[in-house]
């Protein structure tokens, strides 16, 4: 896309906040972005999505909020702003009883509680939740990011009896693994293995949303870049670094030093061959480089030894963020014709991951809450249960790819500091433990 117009927001997508916007109000950065993808697209669908921001009437989203939840419905805006419930633009929300007793209403005035018959049972008579197993509360394993048999049901019920439809104990294939529906008591279930930690795929990956941004927002801007790694600096003294800051994902210490990994060292990061980074993808071919993930680690001794954990929807590396990592004196990992820069140097958390569209999530008898609104549907809902929802669990395998020092050589200069999270020397240990301090 070719940005002619002079809207300022465009400026955004070519490194940063313009000079000439200084408001760090977000609701007003995101319907100038609209304002000028729709100058640009010439679809006015963009900025009508933010038209009561426009007419300088954001109250309408701040009411829409209250009306949505159990908690504010019934209050207005206008009422918390002027006062009624205490000071102007404060009330405290009452519960019927404090502290909040969950049920009440439903165990002392006879309510129907949440559930499609009104009633709190542990039992459905729904012929697919008999088929999937799941006719009583029970346990799956995952469908992938698990030691033992994928998606087999812990339980020893015999009122739970889940059809199988044939599939092999042994089926790899995704949607197999998926469908499957297998019962197995622990002892039985804590002696099988997972196909792929036999291969070496041995940590699981989990990918929280970050604070520092929404999905990909901000990615590109310097600051957020920055507060949302351990390895963010403004001067990029390591040129590695795609931009002012970088991707990155925490590992337990011990489980990492096993592997030979130092603290702010660089890993290769792979999931299940058969399918990613990409369907068919092979060494050889010039785009697995771009596609395998590449990412910084961060010692982090709060994650067990089995576990790793990357934020999700940073921006991904692409053919031209790659060849511009590659070639432009500075490193930086920007797009030549479009400004986009990448988060990492190579892949993505996306090459890592894929969604698990669970069979009970598709039927037209799934009972939930709306997702937006105060109000118990039947059937599927998009984001809640589509099959291209976000991304789920997965296993990885994770393998040293470069030294973190500067010219990829040695150890990150941090970690050698004695003063961060798994490297601590004897006087930050002693200061954690509180030797410090002497009571009198």
Not at 317 to 337: C, F, L, N, Y
Not at 412 to 426: H, K, Q, V
Request: one cysteine or more; aromatic letters at 12%; charged letters at 25%.
């Amino acid at each position: 896309m070719t940005a002619s117009c002079s809207n300022p927001f465009l400026q955004i997508w070519k490194g940063g906040i313009p000079p000439v916007f200084d408001s760090r109000d977000d609701l007003a950065i995101l319907a100038g972005i609209a304002a000028a993808l729709a100058e640009v697209t010439g679809d006015r669908r963009f900025r009508d999505v933010f038209h009561f921001e426009h007419q300088g009437r954001r109250s309408v989203y701040l009411q829409r909020l209250l009306d949505s939840c159990t908690t504010t419905a019934g209050y207005r805006l206008s009422d918390i702003l002027a006062g009624k419930y205490g000071v102007e633009g404060g009330a405290l929300m009452m519960f019927r009883t404090y502290p909040r007793i969950p049920f009440w209403e439903q165990v002392h005035e006879s309510q129907p509680f949440f559930t499609d018959t009104g009633r709190l049972h542990a039992y459905t008579d729904i012929p697919e939740a008999i088929a999937c197993g799941e006719n009583f509360v029970v346990h799956r394993e995952g469908t992938e990011a698990t030691p033992y048999l994928p998606n087999v049901i812990v339980s020893t019920n015999p009122y739970v009896r889940p059809e199988d439809y044939g599939i092999s104990l042994e089926a790899e294939h995704w949607d197999a693994r998926t469908i499957r529906n297998v019962k197995r008591a622990w002892k039985d279930v804590k002696d099988t293995k997972n196909f792929l930690w036999e291969k070496g795929f041995q940590f699981l990956l989990l990918t929280p949303k970050t604070r520092h941004r929404v999905h990909s927002q901000w990615s590109a801007v310097e600051w957020h870049q920055m507060y949302d790694s351990n390895f963010g600096t403004p001067w990029r003294v390591d040129k590695r670094s795609p931009g002012a800051g970088e991707h990155q994902m925490h590992m337990n210490p011990a489980a990492a030093r096993d592997l030979g990994i130092a603290d702010g060292d660089y890993v290769w990061v792979d999931a299940n061959p058969a399918d990613r980074p990409y369907h068919g993808a092979t060494p050889d071919d010039p785009f697995y480089k771009v596609a395998r993930c590449m990412v910084r680690v961060a010692y982090n001794p709060a994650y067990p030894y089995h576990i790793v954990m990357m934020k999700h929807a940073p921006y991904i590396a692409t053919e031209k963020s790659v060849k511009g990592h590659e070639t432009r004196p500075d490193g930086q990992a920007i797009s030549e014709d479009t400004g986009y820069r990448a988060n990492f140097r190579y892949g993505s958390h996306q090459s890592l991951t894929r969604n698990w569209h669970m069979p009970m999530h598709q039927t037209d008898n799934l009972f939930h809450k709306s997702k937006a609104f105060t109000k118990f549907l039947f059937g599927g809902e998009a984001d809640n249960h589509a099959i291209n929802t976000v991304p789920k669990e997965t296993l990885v395998r994770v393998t040293k790819a470069e030294d973190g020092g500067l010219g990829a050589k040695g150890v990150w200069r941090i970690a050698t500091l004695g003063r961060s999270p798994g490297n601590e020397d004897e006087p930050m240990r002693r200061y954690i433990a509180g030797d410090y301090v002497k009571r009198s």
